[in-house]
C-alpha cells in the first residue's frame, strides 16, 4: 500500500523556519519524484517544490525560491522541505504527492497536479505576522 505522511507543520512566526517532512512507503523511491504543494483557504492549490528521487533534480516555484530547500534521504524514504524567512503568505496545508516520469526540472512539473499519483494528507503551516 503506498502512502505519503506529511508533518512538521505549526504556527510560526515571520521570519521564522520550519521543516517539513514527508515519509514515503509502498513504492520504490527512486522511480518517482516527490513534490511539495500547498493550498490556503480560498486559493489555487499551489506547486512549491519537487526533487527527483533518481538524480536528485529539484526545482522551486518562484514564490519559494532562495528561501525554501528540497531534500532527500532515499535511504529512508523520506523528503523534507526546510523552510526560512517564512512570510504570512507562506500560510496553508502543504501536502506532499509521488510521481513517476517527472524531472523536476520545469514548473511544468509542479503545475500539473495529474501527473502526481499518490498524495498525502496535509500538514497546516500557520505563519503569523
Known amino acids: 500500500e503506498v502512502q505519503l505522511q506529511a508533518s512538521g507543520g505549526g504556527l510560526v512566526q515571520s521570519g521564522g523556519s520550519l521543516r517539513l517532512s514527508c515519509a514515503a512507503s509502498?513504492?520504490?523511491?527512486?522511480?518517482?519524484?516527490i513534490g511539495w504543494f500547498r493550498q490556503a483557504p480560498g486559493k489555487e492549490r499551489e506547486g512549491v517544490s519537487c526533487?527527483?528521487?533518481?538524480?536528485?533534480?529539484?526545482f522551486y516555484g518562484d514564490s519559494v525560491k532562495g528561501r525554501f530547500t528540497i531534500s532527500s534521504d532515499n535511504a529512508k524514504n523520506m523528503v523534507y522541505l526546510q523552510m526560512n524567512s517564512l512570510k504570512p503568505e507562506d500560510t496553508a496545508v502543504y501536502y506532499c504527492?509521488?510521481?513517476?516520469?517527472?524531472?523536476?526540472?520545469?514548473?511544468?512539473?509542479?503545475?500539473?497536479?495529474?501527473?502526481?499519483?499518490?498524495w498525502g494528507q496535509g500538514t497546516q503551516v500557520t505563519v503569523s505576522s
Open positions: 504527492a509521488a510521481g513517476s516520469d517527472i524531472g523536476c526540472v520545469s514548473e511544468y512539473d509542479v503545475r500539473i497536479f495529474s501527473m502526481y499519483d499518490y
Open positions: 509502498g513504492f520504490t523511491f527512486d522511480d518517482y519524484a
Open positions: 526533487i527527483s528521487g533518481s538524480d536528485g533534480s529539484t
